[in-house]
């Protein structure tokens, strides 16, 4: 028998629920065994939460969803759990303990996307394993999809995955990852993306010094007309796997937030600082972000300090874990 108590188990709850520590555990050792789909997908959430309160320990997350997900029949709880891994991994996840679950989280991706019965679950188990993989043989596999040599049973690519695919390949720093974006650029046909595409290519370069010019080109607001083209730079620059050579760019990003706010689209600042600050997890991000709040002035817009909040809010719980 079940022994947990979920208080949102029908999914109709709203509010901070905290479980108590017996379903805690319950739910850690045996959660793919409720049978209904809904409490399952109630009880990811509350974990989840759990998690970024520090009552689950993040690796203990990432193991559960290894179990769950070849038992999980729910395309949204599917979907949901890749999510929830995918996250668990890059930002709670020190790089050597991403190292040590890559063998056994690769595999399991790469069966649920043989398994997968539907376009869009395919390209949700597709999706996870590239923004995830580390090995050398997932990212062999990888490129030999992007150069057309292998094809994913059941799953078409369109040219918006190619080039995802290449950035990703890229941003790893994969043998000939200039050649790759050279022959990316080549293979587009679509203007639009193309454009955005050499746009974004210098921030993901290998050359340190081509992603320092970049950046620093969006100083000129005319830089920064095509926001979404901006953020997906950014989400490369500040990647992860190019963390430690950018983080010293985090303050800057900070100083250009008013100018952010004053020359682009309402939504812009937010996006601007939740790609910023995505892609690190370290004890000294989260102390850049924190002295540059304190520092504010009185006469700092309160909208956008509680913007820097929010977007810091999973990179101060990342970091509190060290």
């Known amino acids: 028998p079940a ?19 017996a379903t805690l555990a319950w739910l850690i050792a045996n959660l793919p065994q409720i049978d209904d789909e809904l409490t399952r997908g109630s009880a990811w959430l509350s974990l989840w939460d759990a998690m970024l309160d520090g009552e689950a320990r993040p690796e203990a997350v990432v193991d559960l969803a290894l179990r ?3 038992r999980e029949a729910n395309e949204l709880n599917v979907q949901r759990v890749l999510s929830y891994l995918t ?11 991403r190292r040590d679950v890559a063998p056994r989280l690769e595999p399991v991706l790469r069966a649920g996307l043989q398994a997968a019965t539907s376009q869009s679950l395919k390209s ?47 941003v790893r720093d994969v043998p000939d990852a200039d050649a790759i974006l050279t022959e990316q650029a080549r293979r587009t046909r679509n203007p639009d993306r193309k454009a955005q595409f050499e746009f974004v290519r210098p ?10 010019r970049w950046f620093a080109s969006l100083g000129d607001v005319a830089n920064r007309r095509h926001e979404a083209w901006v953020l997906e730079g ?27 706010q004053r020359t682009g689209d309402i939504f812009f600042p937010k996006r601007w600082m939740d790609t910023t600050l995505n892609g690190y997890r370290t004890a000294s991000a989260a102390h850049t972000v924190r002295t540059f709040v304190e520092s504010l002035p009185r006469t ?23």
Not at 3 to 12: D, I, K, Q, T
Not at 300 to 322: C, G, K, M, N, T
């Open 3 to 21: 022994e947990f108590v979920l208080p949102n188990g029908a999914g109709l709850a709203y509010g901070e629920i905290h479980l108590d520590p």
């Open 68 to 70: 769950a997900l070849p």
């Open 87 to 97: 996250q668990a991994y890059w930002k709670f996840t020190p790089p050597a303990g």
């Open 124 to 170: 949700a188990w597709f999706s996870a394993l590239r923004d995830t993989a580390q090995t050398p043989a997932t990212i062999d596999w990888l490129t030999r999809v992007w150069r057309q040599q292998e094809s994913v049973p059941g799953l078409t690519l369109s040219e918006t995955d190619y080039i995802r695919l290449a950035e990703e390949l890229a």
């Open 203 to 212: 921030a993901i370069s290998v050359d340190p010094d081509l992603r320092d």
């Open 234 to 260: 950014l989400r490369y620059f500040h990647h992860p796997l190019r963390a430690e050579a950018s983080e010293r760019y985090i303050a800057r990003s900070l100083e250009m937030l008013r100018e952010i």
């Open 300 to 322: 700092y817009p309160d909208r956008l300090r509680r913007i820097i909040l929010s977007s810091a809010d999973d990179l101060f719980r990342a970091a509190h874990r060290q």
